[in-house]
């Protein structure tokens, strides 16, 4: 079983940048892929971002695209996500979540294992 921790997060202005990280324990975490999911008050969990199991595809939902950029280090067991241009709509609670899929997938649903989350404010 994979467990997950994310760090990271914090109050930031907008257009400023922060790099989230996703700490894995467990056997075969390279074998798993991984997604980014933010939730915001009174709205629904969604997906951010997501990479395959060795990094070769990622996945962005459109609002951040050009903005953030996830990545991994199989090495360090380590996941992140680079986000850049920062707006208020991006502040959200973040997770970090790993699915057995190795090439990721942007459905919720497929995921079996998540962070506790880290809060992401950006203020105007």
């Known amino acids: 079983q994979v467990r997950l921790v994310e760090s990271g997060g914090g109050l930031v202005q907008a257009g400023d940048s922060l790099r989230l990280s996703c700490k894995a324990s467990?056997?075969?975490?390279?074998?798993?892929?991984v997604g980014w999911f933010r939730q915001a008050p009174g709205k629904e969990r969604e997906f951010v971002a997501g990479v395959s199991f060795n990094g070769g595809n990622t996945g962005y939902t459109d609002s951040v695209k050009g903005r953030f950029l996830i990545s991994r280090d199989n090495a360090k067991n380590t996941v992140y996500l680079q986000m850049n241009s920062l707006k208020p709509e991006d502040t959200a609670v973040y997770y970090c979540?790993?699915?057995?899929?190795?090439?990721?997938?942007?459905?919720?649903?497929?995921?079996?294992?998540w962070g506790q989350g880290t809060q992401v404010t950006v203020s105007s």
């Open positions: 467990g056997r075969l975490f390279d074998s798993y892929g």
């Open positions: 979540a790993a699915t057995r899929l190795s090439k990721g997938s942007r459905n919720l649903s497929e995921y079996g294992a």
